[in-house]
């Protein structure tokens, strides 16, 4: 056994800080969440394979279970509803015959796309909650010390794939507005 740096009364404080802070932050973005969603008739898991999906851009069933942090089983079986709905279909590369892959079909790219234009048509408790930080800081808050902990806990790969998808929306989203102020502009 390793030789522990804290006492039992640290550690305790510590575990039930982070469980208390992280469930009443997982509350306002799972209400914020089905609130935005609820037009779309997706539920959080659906939603959140079909946004994965979308902004890794031909994952595996095994990367959007790992990054989306649930069971293989679950991810596999709302993306079979998703594709059932055509809105995601799987595929197999010929480079790699293991794996199965999940790609977003044209609808399925329409839907996220009408989601992204009408984000501010319902009300976000986590943006509302962070803009007095933004107000002073001039940005949102960076989370630094808590992705430390999530890589510390999942690994390296985990927040090699958040950082992809950070990467992917943030191009995705400059190409829409570029593309949204040209259509305008006709």
Request: negative net charge.
């Amino acid at each position: 056994m390793t030789e522990q740096f804290y006492t039992m009364k640290e550690a305790m404080l510590y575990s039930q800080r982070i469980a208390q802070l992280s469930k009443a932050l997982w509350k306002a973005v799972e209400k914020d969440w089905q609130v935005w969603i609820k037009p779309y008739d997706l539920n959080i898991n659906e939603h959140h394979i079909l946004w994965i999906s979308y902004h890794l851009q031909g994952a595996t069933i095994s990367e959007v279970a790992k990054f989306g942090v649930m069971h293989v089983s679950t991810a596999f079986n709302f993306s079979k509803k998703l594709e059932e709905r055509g809105l995601l279909s799987f595929s197999k590369r010929d480079t790699d015959k293991r794996n199965t892959y999940v790609d977003v079909t044209s609808k399925g790219k329409i839907l996220l796309e009408d989601m992204y234009r009408n984000y501010h048509d319902t009300p976000h408790s986590v943006i509302e909650g962070s803009l007095p930080m933004k107000e002073l800081y001039g940005k949102f808050p960076e989370f630094m010390d808590v992705m430390a902990v999530i890589r510390n806990i999942y690994g390296d790969d985990f927040m090699e794939i958040f950082e992809r998808s950070i990467k992917n929306i943030d191009e995705t989203f400059t190409k829409n507005v570029v593309t949204a102020r040209d259509e305008s502009a006709l």
